[in-house]
């Protein structure tokens, strides 16, 4: 049982919009920054990530490879539909008509078949600049919010709670979590509510920490706001009503946790971090690779990013769903392949599963994995790393939450 | 679905392996395409009527202008006021409740459209079908009906590979608050149970499942679901070896009975924690 995935921040990109944005059934909805006369405007786009071949590819990707990436092909197609647009501009000086023999017929009939050519593919190019334009602005969207909230520094050490790093020095984990919850100038309420949880529910820490941390975080934001509540006339942050919701409930869905805790129905998920793939050195060329690519680039958003979200290239651990996946895909003995019903609806009657068990049977190549009560983008992306051309692993459940989501659901049930 | 003859100038679900993109290709084969331009005499302008959880289902995978390149000049949620357009036919995708049969008998009455063609996202119960057996007749208004099928697509396909049921809202809170009933359980579970037949019957083949055996307390609430599913399942097969004309639609637009060379896993897990109070009354120690 699973309650950390839910809850935790991410970093990639479609987990990133989905918790950071107004984002339903494939819709972004979002307000732009208001710059200098500008209003803020309303925009929403329609994101389908099967058609689109941007986004289908960088999805799942780490979100300052996203904002890279978009920024190296934006550049490319703009040169691509400039030199389509000159060589128009050029075909009308030159007589392109097929048949006109001149000293240089030859290159006159070659500029023809070109023009046309190009002239085919600018409705493409345009409509692919147009998509990866799209992508800048919720690119940039999300980069507000990122760099507002600090939200990097939320994943780290989330994803080091999570992964166990602070399996041996409690003290410290509590030490770090509550540097950054009392922090007026980092995370909004939820962000810190959120990391509280994560401590709760990862670490051996017992009940009294974790009750210090979360009053430490409550006089905090009492006394001085959080980082988005004006600030009132004697210069005090004050909470806004909004807030001081959003604390209460979430000081609920502590408690509600650690109910659950203290009966031990829910396993601390304390696992040795098994990292899909990239090795520690893989880890430290893909960020200097990246800070000298930024370096070179003059774009503003991936400048920013450098600053603030750099940390987010991090090793990307397996969950416990995926873990659990894995094992009954790969019918690895001593895992939950044992321990776990056997059900087959083509078969009348009860299944022997120890005849089944000494049989060899044939890998399953299309897997659906269903979460009850809640599932999440986080997991989703997830999953597909054990996804492979043999194997397809399809995610489902009774509704996809965002992190507040799930927090206020979990809010409502002390 | 979209197509008001019979035959089959689907899409075809393209040989992908991922179930979704059968889920995909299954409300599009649904709703199926033909080559010919719309508006010619094979693929005819027509009227795609919803109620507000099938717009959910449609949205993500099917655009306005998709729409109308299979035809569809209008589409209308079930619950507005519509006039009346004596000579196109109708497609309705409802869920299959008391007051969209109503509301379908009623439009039948008065004569809005050429034809009515219905599909329900859920399998219509008995009871509820001859109801509006009885409404339709009542009003004598049996030859509207075109069509009337079962197409099992009560689940949201967001992406290829990610589906989510358009089932009730808050259900962690809903099924982990301490007063829960075991008939809240029941019946949320059925649902459940439901919705995942849509998804494994669009994707065409049939699975097997794997679950969590939770020691105590889980055992009723998983064990009703899973054999619930199972026993849907079942049920289902039978019906599809005797060819029963639910309008069970495949992924691949083709044969009902799908012989599964690639087999399936349905995974199951649950993020609630396993203490539910009302197992603990019953088979607590």
């Not at chain 1, 334009?133 to 980069?143: G, K, N």
């Not at chain 1, 600053?307 to 003995?333: A, D, F, Q, W, Y």
């Not at chain 1, 992306?381 to 009774?398: C, D, H, P």
């Not at chain 2, 007063?179 to 065409?204: E, F, I, K, P």
Request: overall charge negative; charged content about 20%; some cysteine.
């Amino acid at each position: 049982m699973d309650l950390i995935t839910p809850i935790q921040h991410s970093s990639t990109y479609q987990a990133l919009i989905d918790d950071l944005l107004l984002h339903r059934a494939n819709r972004v909805e979002f307000t732009t920054k208001s710059e200098g006369n500008k209003r803020p405007q309303l925009k929403k786009f329609d994101l389908d990530a099967d058609q689109d071949p941007f986004y289908s590819r960088h999805k799942f990707k780490p979100f300052p490879e996203a904002i890279e990436s978009n920024g190296l092909e934006l550049q490319d197609v703009t040169t691509r539909e400039t030199a389509i647009r000159s060589k128009t501009v050029a075909g009308g000086g030159d007589d392109a008509t097929a048949g006109s023999y001149q000293g240089d017929s030859f290159t006159g009939a070659t500029s023809a078949t070109d023009l046309a050519s190009a002239v085919d593919s600018l409705p493409k190019l345009l409509e692919r600049k147009k998509q990866l334009e799209m992508h800048t602005s919720i690119l940039q969207a999300v980069m507000n919010e990122v760099a507002a909230r600090d939200v990097p520094q939320f994943f780290e050490l989330e994803s080091a709670l999570a992964s166990g790093q602070y399996k041996n020095d409690s003290a410290k984990a509590k030490s770090q979590v509550m540097a950054l919850v009392t922090d007026t100038s980092k995370g909004n309420v939820e962000d810190k509510i959120r990391l509280v949880i994560v401590f709760c529910l990862a670490t051996t820490a017992p009940g009294s920490d974790v009750s210090e941390v979360v009053q430490a975080m409550a006089n905090a934001l009492e006394n001085q706001g959080s980082n988005d509540s004006g600030k009132a006339a004697d210069g005090q942050g004050v909470l806004s009503k909004e807030d001081r919701a959003k604390l209460d409930m979430g000081l609920k869905a502590i408690e509600y946790l650690k109910k659950l805790r203290s009966m031990q129905m829910i396993p601390t998920n304390i696992s040795d971090a098994e990292d899909y793939g990239s090795k520690s050195s893989g880890n430290a060329d893909l960020l200097s690779g990246f800070m000298a690519r930024a370096t070179n680039q003059a774009t503003g958003l991936l400048a920013k990013a450098t600053e603030k979200v750099s940390s987010m290239l991090g090793k990307i651990v397996k969950h416990h769903s995926t873990r659990v996946v894995e094992n009954l895909c790969e019918m690895r003995p001593n895992t939950e392949d044992d321990e776990y019903l056997y059900l087959d609806p083509k078969v009348k009657g009860d299944v022997d599963i120890k005849a089944l068990r000494q049989m060899t049977r044939a890998p399953y190549r299309e897997v659906i994995t269903f979460m009850i009560s809640g599932g999440c983008y986080a997991e989703y992306q997830n999953l597909q790393m054990i996804a492979n051309e043999r194997r397809s692993v399809t995610y489902g459940s009774t509704e996809l939450l965002s992190p507040c989501e799930f927090l206020s659901q979990l809010g409502k049930l002390s | 679905m979209l197509s008001l003859n019979n035959d089959t100038h689907g899409i075809s679900s393209s040989g992908t392996t991922s179930s979704a993109a059968g889920a995909g290709a299954g409300i599009s084969s649904s709703i199926m395409y033909n080559d010919t331009p719309a508006g010619t005499s094979y693929n005819q302008w027509k009227i795609l009527i919803y109620d507000v959880p099938c717009r959910s289902i449609i949205s993500p995978l099917l655009s306005v202008s998709q729409l109308r390149a299979r035809g569809v000049t209008l589409h209308l949620l079930i619950g507005t006021e519509r006039e009346a357009i004596p000579d196109v036919p109708a497609v309705y995708f409802v869920k299959p409740t008391r007051e969209n049969l109503k509301m379908i008998a009623q439009d039948c009455a008065k004569r809005l459209y050429s034809k009515v063609h219905i599909n329900f996202a859920t399998k219509l119960d008995r009871s509820l079908m001859e109801e509006f057996g009885k409404l339709v007749v009542q009003n004598g208004c049996l030859d509207m009906i075109a069509s009337l099928h079962d197409q099992y697509l009560d689940f949201v396909c967001l992406e290829r590979n990610l589906f989510s049921l358009c089932n009730q809202k808050d259900s962690y809170a809903l099924m982990n608050r301490s007063g829960v009933t075991d008939v809240d359980m029941d019946n949320y579970l059925s649902d459940v149970a439901y919705g995942l037949l849509s998804v494994v019957g669009t994707s065409g083949s049939v699975p097997v499942i794997r679950c969590a055996k939770v020691r105590m307390f889980c055992c009723y609430c998983c064990c009703f679901f899973f054999l619930s599913l199972d026993g849907c399942m079942q049920s289902l097969l039978t019906c599809v070896t005797m060819s029963c004309t639910t309008g069970w639609s495949t992924g691949n637009g083709g044969t009902k009975t799908q012989q599964t060379h690639r087999r399936t896993s349905l995974y199951f897990d649950q993020p609630q924690n396993a203490t539910q109070s009302s197992p603990i009354c019953h088979f607590g120690p």
